[in-house]
């Protein structure tokens, strides 16, 4: 008896060592390319003040460029008291999946948006995919046009 352990035993040792280590970076690199999209996003809404048609144009082309799942009937949920931004925007349906939802900061006229999207894990031994969040938030952006300085005008 030279050999402490026997050979299929150690070819399991092996073959789950690569498994875990595989698992971990497909992890990590989906974790990536979520919070890139994040980014993304976020840039998109603050560099056109908001979800309308221009930021909209801009995440839906810079996630095909990316590759970024896509999904036809994404639905996002309510989250408490957050309702989701409608995925309609003057005709621009968004087909990626992600979610938005906008809310008041306490200062006046401000207004952030928190952004939702997801880790996908397809793992083919057990025949199923796993989506976790991730969330992030845009730093605070100054509504303009809200209707209050035209009010005030038109009070003169």
Do not use: W
């Amino acid at each position: 008896m030279r050999e402490g352990i026997g050979s299929v035993v150690l070819y399991n040792i092996i073959i789950v060592f690569i498994v875990i280590t595989f698992g971990f970076l497909s992890g990590s690199l989906s974790y990536m390319k979520a919070f890139k999209v994040n980014g993304k996003i976020a840039n998109a809404l603050e560099k056109y003040e908001g979800y309308n048609k221009l930021s909209s144009e801009e995440i839906s082309e810079t996630l095909t460029s990316i590759g970024y799942r896509v999904s036809n009937n994404m639905d996002c949920p309510n989250k408490g008291k957050l309702k989701p931004v409608p995925n309609d925007v003057n005709g621009a349906k968004k087909n990626h999946e992600f979610c938005l939802y906008e809310y008041k900061v306490k200062k006046d006229g401000y207004f952030t948006y928190k952004i939702v999207t997801y880790i996908h894990l397809d793992i083919p031994i057990v025949g199923g995919i796993f989506k976790l969040p991730v969330t992030s938030e845009t730093e605070p952006i100054y509504k303009f046009g809200d209707g209050s300085v035209q009010q005030s005008e038109a009070n003169k």
